[in-house]
């Protein structure tokens, strides 16, 4: 079948994520300065960079297919917690959540004949965590290319006592708006 879009990502679990709903997609991988600007929100942080990924993406791109990107972040008390720089990093991140509830943020951009956005926000809490757990965990390396150093869809799903909201959200890639998003463009998940 041949692609209905281009994934602006380098993303595994987005790609798969496309596949379960049906979406036939090109991956192509751009590279952006992720840097949070001086005192931006975290709600404005994930649309900026999920826009500026898909805009890269047209710019090298000269395909008629929509661009989709995204952004997630995992904030906790309205700070930003991106990806660990080291596993002492992810420590650090893993104790801050422990017992607590924390946010997910996670916008996506659909470039095509215009520009489309939506996000999507969560809320999951963790459960108390050891020092031996979170330290068992950082050894397995599954944290340290994850926001907010955990992935929900991975060993860290013990950890996650609820989530109210999306879980492909927290994932990276929020199906239900971006299936919305799609069918803006004419491309239904169901046809």
Request: a negative charge; glycine letters at 6%; aromatic letters at 4%.
């Amino acid at each position: 079948m041949s692609a209905q879009i281009i994934l602006a990502s380098a993303s595994p679990r987005r790609s798969e994520l496309l596949k379960q709903i049906g979406i036939s997609h090109q991956i192509q991988v751009v590279d952006i300065d992720e840097t949070p600007l001086l005192g931006e929100l975290p709600l404005r942080y994930v649309q900026r960079v999920a826009a500026e990924k898909s805009a890269a993406c047209l710019a090298v791109m000269n395909q008629k297919l929509p661009i989709l990107s995204a952004d997630t972040s995992v904030v906790c008390d309205g700070m930003i917690l991106g990806k660990p720089d080291n596993e002492q990093h992810a420590v650090e991140l893993l104790s801050r959540l422990s017992g607590r509830t924390h946010q997910v943020y996670s916008a996506i951009s659909l470039r095509g004949n215009q520009h489309w956005q939506a996000v999507s926000i969560s809320e999951v809490r963790f459960r108390m965590l050891s020092q031996d757990e979170i330290i068992a965990y950082c050894h397995t390396g599954e944290p340290l290319d994850k926001a907010g150093a955990y992935a929900i869809q991975g060993l860290a799903s013990i950890f996650i006592e609820s989530i109210t909201g999306s879980f492909s959200g927290v994932m990276g890639l929020p199906l239900f708006e971006t299936a919305q998003l799609l069918a803006q463009q004419g491309i239904e998940v169901i046809t």
